[in-house]
């Protein structure tokens, strides 16, 4: 069932995270920046540069190597966006017929390369993301959040519902089985029940978190959850976030294959 | 209607996450302020109950598909609209992060889209206007609450989830990764959201009744007793009414345009026909070439055929991106602004929140 996979997904992203390789060991804040240096690139690529965006394959190769995370796993990660890509890809095909490329014959249109590259910018965001996310537990992520100076209640928010999002899966699961169990042979919620069953679990989380907020208040609870500390960066932090992010930037601005092409050719 | 990175070019993305941080930071700046932190847990389990919620299958009667619910009025009905938008944003961002269901760059993007209308336009200009109107008065006081919480939710599904489709051709089309037409994408998108908006509309309204049912001072700006300012409301709810038929005629006079999509793009893209004419007429002139000087040339090419004339024609896009993402950033912080200062408008009077 799809919630118990969603429930799944998130206690195995957890574990991933408490690995201990070499990425792991990285600041979270580094991580996180240069994974957004790095899809910002990626998304700068012209959408027929065929050529340059194959060097970005290596970024995501290197970390799941350094990480000692499974490829294979995460292509699974893949599966809520990549029906959409293709939708918009597949039309470029058909809406841009130009040529792109003509050898003996053959002709490679352009809208081809461009539903081709998108379809790697697609994948290989995803795969920049999962390896965000698998080597950061939400706690360090959420720190380095706080270390850019995000508004506190939004980082508090952000680490509480994160922690309530499994007890409620679980709850709706069980009260998805149960109806099910009751409504053999119907797909869905009858429309009869659609306030009832959400309304209900509704009002008794509510009572939840009331009881909750007094529990906290009762500990000392003035409006923050805590102080957010993961440590402060070390050299190879630096080395890491320069070198990486060097690279990335390079391959951006040289066409690494074709400059190599021009070089044999010579 | 989670935008995938793919989709989008940087300068977008940016400028989306900008308009996205500042009424996140406006909002928490909002809440610190009110003191409204106490909400803190409540806000969280609203959050992670509406992140399950959304994996429910919904039948819909009369077919043999189901529905799901996204939240934004559910979440600003029960919370108000600073909360329930830096909830709609932690569920966008667990999302995204944990099931790669929207891009990580994407996420200002996503955030603007289904965020930003379904709790701010939803509230301001459907949800609280309409819950203090008078409307349905004839029907007695609890029948006339019940109507109004679902013409509401309806409404407010309806039109904000209009918005959000419009805003991801809008963003999808600025980005000019894909070359299917404006008028054609605003075809699909808009029909498809208008029945999703609908189904969304019944469930939401379904939760909300049930609440009212229940504990009815759960939900916001439901006077339960007292009927006080009709006449100040009266104005209020001109300026609704006047806002939200212009948001729908507006919505609806695309759906017509766009059974002419030539027409529409030659009215927004008066020049694109000119630009489009000279990107086939290189086309030729460099057909068959392959050299690292023909992937420049088709660089030139593209940003004369996908920026409009207002924009710059450098070869070099990243200055022309450079500029466009600044000068997006200020139009849409400023139009942040001024909603923020109509909401302050709106919100004269403080409402009584359990």
Redesign the interface.
Known sequence: MEINRKLSDLRRLDELSAGTSYIHGIHTLFILLVTFIYIVTLMSFDKYDLTGILMMFLYPVFMFRLAELSFSESLRKIRYVLPFILFMGILNIFFDRDPYLVINGFRLSRGAVSFFTMTVKGFLAVEASYVLIATNSIYDICAALSMLRLPRILISLFLLTFRYITVMIEEVANMTEAYSLRAPGQKGLHISSWGSFLGQLLLRSYDKANELYLGMEARGYTGDLRNYDIGKPVLKDYVFLIVVSALIILCRLINVPVTIGNLIRR | M?M???????AV??TMYAASGVT??IS??K??KD?E??K??????????V???Q???????GT?S?GHMCGGMLLSA?LGPQAGF??M???L??Q??????????ALGANIWNMAFYGCFVGYYLIWRPIMKSNLFQKMGEAAATRAKIILASILGCVVTLQLGAFSVVLE?TIS??????FGTFVALMLPIHLAIGLVEG??TS??????NE??PE?LRDNEVSERDGKKKMSLKGVIAVLAVVTLVVGGGLSLIASSNPDGLEWALFGNEDGGYAAN?GL?EEE??L?S?LS?SA??VQ?SVAFLPDYAFKDNES?IGTTVSGIVGSLIVAAVVVIICILGGFFRKKKTAVA
């Open positions: 989670h995938a990175d793919a989709l989008l070019a940087p993305a940016i996140a930071g928490a700046h809440l610190n003191e932190t106490s803190l847990p409540t806000m969280a389990v609203t959050a992670a109950l992140f399950a919620g994996m429910i299958n919904y039948t819909i009667p043999g189901s029960l830096l909830s944003v932690v569920i961002a667990i995204c992060l944990f099931f790669a269901d929207g891009g990580l760059m999808t000019g990764i894909t070359e299917l037409p019944l469930i379904a939760v909300l009744l049930f609440v229940a504990r759960l086939m086309d057909f068959g392959s690292p992937e088709q660089k593209d990243a």
